[in-house]
């Protein structure tokens, strides 16, 4: 072989080993790549502490009370902080911070003080993002109301029975106690106007309850429900005095 020939040949395997390490490196940087955990945006929600999406809230117009409000980590990157800011309290009713930031899951707790705050009903917006995007906005209603809830409830209702066996309407009317968060209702039932139940309200989770009573007429009742400013739903079982078959009823009392 001639020294022409043996460059050639030389040349040849140089480009074809040029080649090769050029194949390799790209080789190894698709593996390199493939490895790489790509991070995925973060996914979460807003609820109450309950786990429900956030609905009306009562507080009463003096004193204080804790809005809890709970951010959810669905999927994505965990190390992502969610920002959140709560909106829209009305006169009357401060918060010691308007503000939270951390990563999910986490619970915020805002520590809300009224001070003589006007009755209504009131438009709450809670803003989240994550870094300044993937943004959100959870809305619900913050209600207002008197410190003894009961007193929301006196005056007349329209009611409607469904007991075993017959549906029927009649008049029935809330009135004071005079104890906190209790109500005698004077007809429930529509069992006549000298029947009065006597109804005792948890105020901080707007349900009721309705101890076993002689409620007038051989009438005795029992039962529980939940109510909110304007309506009443009551479920009670009645059995009579004088042996007459005993019925399962559903109330709604509205006004």
Same mark, same amino acid.
């Given at each position: ?25 790209? +080789? ?12 995925? #945006?973060?996914?979460? $929600? ?6 429900? #999406? ?5 507080? =009463? ?8 409000? +709970?951010?959810? !980590? +669905? ?34 707790? !805002? ?11 009131? *438009? ?12 959100? $906005? !959870?809305? !619900?209603? +913050? ?15 329209? /009611? ?10 009649? @008049? ?5 106690? /005079? ?29 009721? @309850?309705? #101890?076993?009573?002689?409620? /007038?007429?051989?009438?005795? &009742? ?6 909110? /400013?304007?309506?009443?739903?009551? &479920?009670?079982?009645? $059995?009579?005095? =004088?042996?007459?078959? *005993? ?6 009392? $509205?006004?």
């Amino acid at each position: 072989m001639n020294l022409s020939d043996m460059n050639v040949s030389f040349h040849f395997q140089f480009r074809n080993m040029k080649k090769l390490s050029i194949f390799i490196l790209a +080789l190894c940087l698709t593996v390199v790549a493939c490895d790489k955990k790509v991070a995925q #945006p973060l996914s979460y $929600t807003v609820e109450s502490t309950q786990n429900k #999406p956030m609905g009306d809230t009562y507080i =009463s117009d003096n004193g204080t009370y804790t809005l809890s409000v +709970l951010v959810k !980590f +669905l999927t994505g990157d965990a190390g992502d902080k969610v920002n959140l800011k709560l909106t829209g309290l009305p006169a009357g009713v401060a918060t010691n911070t308007d503000s939270f930031s951390q990563e999910p899951t986490y619970r915020a707790d !805002f520590k809300l003080t009224m001070t003589n705050a006007p009755h209504g009903t009131y *438009p709450i917006t809670i803003s989240t993002d994550v870094r300044g995007v993937n943004k959100k $906005t !959870f809305k !619900f209603n +913050l209600i207002v109301r008197s410190a003894d809830c009961a007193a929301n409830l006196w005056g007349n209702f329209n /009611g409607s029975n469904e007991c075993t066996g017959r549906t029927f309407t009649y @008049t029935a009317t809330g009135v004071s106690t /005079g104890a906190t968060n209790e109500l005698d209702i004077t007809n429930l039932g529509g069992y006549g106007e000298n029947t009065t139940t006597r109804v005792i309200l948890d105020c901080d989770h707007n349900t009721l @309850t309705i #101890p076993s009573q002689n409620i /007038g007429n051989g009438t005795v &009742v029992q039962g529980d429900g939940t109510f909110n /400013g304007n309506s009443m739903h009551i &479920v009670y079982h009645t $059995t009579y005095v =004088s042996g007459a078959a *005993p019925e399962d009823c559903a109330a709604n009392l $509205t006004r």
